[in-house]
């Protein structure tokens, strides 16, 4: 009986893994990493919409700079550990990774929900910020790996759309909250999450060029000389640096938009926030989710004619941001507004899907998860910075004027790119 049941369980590891060899399973893989992608936002955008409800409960946030800090410590945290995250996900099997980062997050997600003091909340955001960014570099990765060639920027693409759905979702934190109440918000959708680990663990895989013993045979001779050369290797391509640079940028608007655009929207049009929040977040994010299909396919299609097609869709789309930020900055009504984040959404989402595509064109597969560990490293700290600052232009007053000035960098990103980055290759596949 022992046996039988031993050859059943090798029998069914056998036909699991005989499923992801089937041409259909690298789009499953962006399906399932498509939920997580959703939940990675909602979980860290409802508390933008939420400070009203909040601060009934906890006086610290009726400061508005103390809710930028408290938004502020999880992109520090995340920024620190998004190269660490990368390193770790180039050398241990990432499917593990994935499931740990998901059902952590998810755990102190539903624990913000029994928080009483602004000190809990503020640990437990600095504790999502460790988990959450293990997530991306391996998640973007793993995806890179299963789609080659024609397919890569739309498979990235739909998978970015589960970030933007995640974020409109997170805009009716404050609607659910108020149906029921912040901490029940919280409790409810941290539990979707830890049960969803369970469904990755039953399907999805991991996929490498190269053996996973291979890597653990190379980093457990010298694991500092191994991140060392990981590091150097990055470092030492002046493309890398430009690519660092041209992700960094846009951060400022994107984050300003993560975490601003629902006050704006509430104070341009004076409106509550439980109505401000959805419709900020819903016109961000349906716009993005439109430019991440576009600009993917947009841009698989223009490579197989032109090796900078991707880099020439990333910098169309991040020109479209520029415009857009004037329109919500020093829009008075709901038609200015409304074009501004829509035109904003659009053209992020065009720039957004197309970065790891084109970290892949200067990069190995071997260390693509510690590139864009640094790349969100360098976007998350300028999020960082630009979140503290637009907290205190809130306070003066001064929020739309502040927001539209973060055109002017994003326009030298642009310049920059298009003078600079030229790929010999579609995809890079060796050191």
């Known amino acids: 009986m022992l046996f039988t049941s031993a050859g059943n369980i090798n029998d069914r590891k056998d036909a699991i893994h005989g499923v992801s060899s089937k041409p259909w399973y690298p789009w499953l893989v962006v399906a399932l990493l498509w939920m997580v992608a959703l939940l990675n936002y909602l979980d860290r955008q409802m508390l933008s919409t939420m400070k009203a409800a909040i601060m009934g409960d906890i006086r610290e946030l009726e400061m508005a700079e103390n809710f930028g800090r408290l938004m502020a410590v999880f992109l520090w945290i995340y920024g620190l550990m998004s190269p660490v995250a990368g390193l770790i996900a180039d050398r241990i099997n990432r499917k ?42 391996a998640g973007l ?16 693409g739909i998978h970015m ?28 959708f941290g539990l979707i999450g830890v049960i969803y680990s369970l469904v990755l663990i039953a399907f999805l895989r991991e996929k490498r060029d190269i053996s996973i013993s291979d890597i653990k045979k190379e980093a457990s001779g010298n694991l500092l000389g191994s991140v060392k050369r990981s590091l150097g290797m990055l470092l030492g391509i002046m493309s890398f640096w430009v690519i660092l640079f041209y992700f960094a940028v846009p951060s400022l608007p994107g984050w300003a938009v993560k975490n601003w655009m629902p006050t704006l929207f509430a104070d341009t049009l004076g409106i509550d926030m439980s109505r401000a929040g959805p419709l900020c977040t819903i016109t ?41 930020l004037f329109l919500v900055g020093f829009s008075n009504g709901i038609t200015g507004i409304m074009a501004g984040g829509i035109l904003f959404g659009l053209g992020f989402g065009m720039f957004d899907t197309n970065n790891m595509p084109i970290l892949c064109q200067f990069v190995s597969p071997r260390h ?4 864009y560990g640094l790349m969100n490293l360098t976007g998350v700290f300028a999020g960082a910075l630009v979140t503290s600052w637009l907290g205190k232009s809130t306070d003066a007053g001064k929020l739309g004027r502040d927001m539209a000035l973060l055109a002017i960098p994003v326009a030298v990103a642009v310049i920059l790119l298009l003078m600079t980055l030229k790929p010999v290759v579609t995809d890079k596949t060796d050191d």
């Open 141 to 156: 990765a793993l995806i890179a790996d299963y789609h080659k060639g024609n397919t890569r920027s739309l498979a990235v």
């Open 96 to 137: 593990w990774l994935i499931v740990g980062s998901l059902f952590v997050w998810s755990g102190v997600t539903l624990a913000m929900g029994f928080a009483t003091t602004f000190k809990q909340l503020y640990v437990l955001r600095a504790i999502m910020g460790i988990s959450e960014a293990l997530y991306i570099p």
């Open 161 to 188: 759309t589960g970030l933007y759905v995640g974020q409109a979702l997170g805009g009716f934190g404050a609607t659910v909250a108020q149906t029921w109440s912040w901490q029940i918000t919280f409790q409810g």
């Open 284 to 324: 961000i994010a349906s716009s993005s989710f439109l430019g991440v299909i576009a600009g993917g396919i947009i841009a698989d299609k223009w490579i197989s004619r032109n090796l900078r097609g991707r880099i020439y869709t990333g910098a169309i789309g991040l020109s479209l941001t520029i415009p857009a």
């Open 368 to 371: 693509r998860a510690a590139g």
